[in-house]
């Protein structure tokens, strides 16, 4: 099993940044793909970004690219989101990922076996 807690999220004015860290435990050998999603309220839940465990290769969706940066911390079990350039539109709420998929560009949603309990991130204009 691995555990996954969000922290990071909060209030923020638009143009303005958040990270978002996500703390893994339990049996993270296991995990190859860590993964961001966000989901609006009436929504269906997005993946934002992938990050390769092994390699650290990166995926962004087209909303995010340029401003979103995923990364991690081996030592630490931490996988990080650094939000620049925030809009409106990247209200929702954030969740960490893990996915024990060898191939991490074409994961979706359901290709995540662990889940974090989410952080909010609000945009105002």
């Known amino acids: 099993q691995v555990q996954l807690v969000e922290s990071g999220g909060g209030s923020v004015q638009a143009g303005g940044s958040l990270r978002l860290s996500c703390a893994a435990s339990?049996?993270?050998?296991?995990?190859?793909?860590m993964g961001w999603f966000r989901q609006a309220p009436g929504e269906e839940r997005e993946r934002i970004a992938v990050?390769?465990?092994?390699?650290?290769?990166?995926y962004y969706a087209d909303s995010v690219k340029g401003r979103f940066t995923i990364s991690q911390d081996n030592a630490k079990n931490t996988v990080y989101l650094q939000m620049n350039s925030l809009k409106p539109e990247d209200t929702a709420m954030y969740y960490c990922?893990?996915?024990?998929?060898?191939?991490?560009?074409?994961?979706?949603?359901?290709?995540?076996?662990?889940w974090g309990q989410g952080t909010q991130v609000t945009v105002s204009s």
């Open positions: 339990g049996y993270t050998y296991s995990s190859r793909c």
């Open positions: 990922a893990a996915s024990v998929a060898r191939w991490c560009p074409g994961l979706v949603r359901g290709d995540f076996g662990y």
């Open positions: 990050i390769s465990i092994s390699s650290s290769a990166t």
